[in-house]
Structures are given as structure tokens and as C-alpha cells.
């Protein structure tokens, strides 16, 4: 059974940075592990995800300002989240796609504010 941990979430000022990590058990690889978020009344975006290949995307809303790693067993992701802002508000959930079967698995989701 794949599970997903995440943890980091928190109230930040604009301008602030904060890192958020998802640690997955039960992974069977291929894999592209990444994040979303959701704002009240959005739908899910794409915010970063890093490929089974090692290829890292990005929506062009964080470029430059958000990073997304892994640790070298590539069971855990971090997301290092640099001059936040108020629109990146959201509850950010952590994701494993596994490439074989076409299938996803989902954190529980954690709260970021970004509020002066």
C-alpha cells in the first residue's frame, strides 16, 4: 500500500519562504513525484514535479522562486518555496504517478498561507 507523508505547511509573510516534504512508502517505480495546490473555489494545478527521468517541471506562476528535490533514494520530495506570495495561498498535496499502470496516489494535503 503506497503511502504519502507530508509535512511543512504553515502561515508565512509575504516576501517569506517555507519547505514542504512528502515522504512515500510502498512505491513501486516508475515514478514522476511532485506537488499541486488548490485555492478555495480553483481547481488543482500543477506546481512541480520531478520525472522518473529526472526531469523537473514547473508552472510558470513559481519559476524562479520555488524548487522542487528529491533525496537520493527518490522516496522524498521537497518543495523549497522562496518569496511567497499572498496568490500562493492554497493547500498544496503532494503526488506519485506511477508511469506503469497510469495511476496516482495522493498526500492528505497541507495548508500554506501566505497573509501579512
Known amino acids: 500500500q503506497v503511502q504519502l507523508v507530508e509535512s511543512g505547511g504553515g502561515l508565512v509573510q509575504p516576501g517569506g519562504s517555507l519547505r514542504l516534504s512528502c515522504a512515500a512508502s510502498?512505491?513501486?517505480?516508475?515514478?514522476?513525484m511532485g506537488w499541486y495546490r488548490q485555492a478555495p473555489g480553483q481547481q488543482r494545478e500543477l506546481v512541480a514535479r520531478?520525472?522518473?527521468?529526472?526531469?523537473?517541471d514547473y508552472a510558470d506562476s513559481v519559476k524562479g522562486r520555488l524548487n522542487n528535490s528529491r533525496d537520493g533514494a527518490k522516496t522524498t520530495v521537497y518543495l523549497q518555496m522562496n518569496s511567497l506570495k499572498p496568490e500562493d495561498t492554497a493547500v498544496y498535496y503532494c503526488?506519485?504517478?506511477?508511469?506503469?499502470?497510469?495511476?496516482?496516489?495522493w498526500g492528505q494535503g497541507t495548508q500554506v498561507t501566505v497573509s501579512s
Open positions: 503526488n506519485v504517478y506511477f508511469t506503469s499502470t497510469s495511476t496516482s496516489r
Open positions: 510502498g512505491t513501486i517505480r516508475p515514478y514522476n
Open positions: 520531478i520525472t522518473s527521468g529526472g526531469r523537473t
